[in-house]
């Protein structure tokens, strides 16, 4: 198969092209690293880092270090919940606490733009590059998708692991190359890739989460505060929406504060825009209209729970023109 060519969910439905495509991945691995080098990934838990660790693991083994950076911008018992899942398929995987570093870089930042820089030279330069000199490892393989590289190129979103695609050599820039696995695919074919891994349904079908964890969830700056109140809420979020088909569940903090009434006197609060998505591959998304009990759940739990958060509310316009996330 041709690197540049896209490979679609209809072509790896078809059992040999999927044993050429993981061959294929598997070899490229390898010949990167070369028989006596080492290589380091980096696993979130979503289904594009779950594959590419699994790729990586079965082209490497014990030549693969992986590592899951706590940033302290995940969602609630992320860290120990992919541990163990990983732990279970038999590949070991180091929790690395970094939350200080990205909150210190984060600190002062409210344009989108500035922050998601702050969260990649964060994890690219201050994390992930001691990280790879102290292992020596020359490669970083990364679960950048095709949709990443073209709304990335389109300038509709910077995706925090996009570098080669806006002209940055991760080799000058951090000392190690990159490479990309699953940039031929998206999301639904990296689904079945997933799958023809033997990897567990709670990673298969799990929601695409952002690079840049809950910072791009927070409009503003971000803090330690505010962090622990999007967490919280997405909690209820993804506990109300787990019985419907969505694509993807995504819960916002405002960046204004409103009027609301706590305990009968007057609060200005946080308010909270819920999202939530139907799509095949992100590209086009259409806004999931769901009963009108699970927008009463929202709107009674939401403020009822989440200390500080007095409105909630749900969006309402597809992608285009909207886009998923909120930044």
């Not at 070899?27 to 699994?54: K, R």
């Not at 083994?61 to 541990?83: A, C, N, V, W």
């Not at 567990?200 to 503003?220: A, E, W, Y």
């Not at 009463?296 to 939401?302: K, P, V």
């Amino acid at each position: 198969m041709g690197m540049n060519r896209e490979i679609t969910a209809a072509m790896l439905s078809d059992a040999r092209v999927m044993q050429d495509f993981i061959d294929e991945q598997v070899a490229a691995i390898q010949e990167a690293v070369g028989n006596d080098g080492l290589a380091v990934n980096a696993l979130s838990g979503g289904v594009d880092s779950s594959v590419v660790t699994m790729l990586g693991h079965r082209a490497l083994g014990s030549r693969l270090k992986t590592y899951f950076i706590d940033s302290g911008l995940m969602r609630e018992g992320e860290p120990g919940q992919i541990f163990g899942i990983f732990w279970s398929l038999g590949i070991p995987v180091e929790i690395v606490n970094a939350a200080d570093v990205f909150l210190r870089n984060l600190a002062g930042l409210t344009d989108p733009e500035k922050k998601r820089d702050g969260v990649s030279q964060s994890f690219y330069r201050d994390v992930f590059g001691k990280l790879v000199r102290e292992s020596g490892a020359q490669v970083l393989l990364h679960g950048t998708n095709l949709t990443d590289v073209e709304e990335t190129k389109a300038g509709i979103k910077r995706q925090h692991n996009i570098f080669e695609q806006l002209g940055i050599d991760p080799q000058q820039a951090f000392g190690y190359k990159i490479l990309e696995p699953l940039v031929q695919l998206r999301k639904d074919g990296i689904r079945l890739v997933a799958q023809a891994l033997d990897l567990p349904p709670k990673i298969v079908n799990r929601q695409p989460f952002p690079g840049p964890g809950l910072s791009v969830r927070i409009q503003g700056e971000v803090t330690a505060e505010k962090l622990g109140i999007v967490r919280k809420a997405t909690v209820i979020v993804e506990e109300i929406f787990h019985i419907l088909p969505v694509f993807q569940t995504m819960t916002i903090l405002k960046g204004d504060r409103v009027t609301g009434i706590v305990g009968g006197k007057r609060l200005f609060g946080y308010q909270i825009e819920v999202r939530a998505w139907t799509s095949v591959d992100a590209r086009k998304a259409e806004p999931a209209i769901p009963p009108t009990f699970i927008l009463q759940d929202l709107g009674r739990r939401i403020p009822a729970e989440v200390p500080g958060v007095v409105s909630v509310v749900y969006q309402l316009t597809p992608k285009p023109p909207c886009t998923m996330e909120a930044e």
